[in-house]
């Protein structure tokens, strides 16, 4: 959880669990985060 979480409104509302994935649940990810992505699922 982030450090900051408590204070963003969304996690109060209960709407944000103060995580922040980088995967979707359909496992689509954002394109810049790919050249630390790959060499980990290459080991």
Do not use: Q
């Not at 963003?8 to 359909?26: I, M, T």
């Not at 496992?27 to 790959?38: Q, S």
């Amino acid at each position: 959880m982030m450090p900051h979480a408590y204070h963003v409104p969304a996690f109060k509302l209960g709407r944000w669990d103060g995580c922040v994935s980088f995967f979707s649940a359909g496992g689509l990810t954002n394109v810049a985060l790919l050249e630390k992505i790959v060499p980990v699922l290459v080991n």
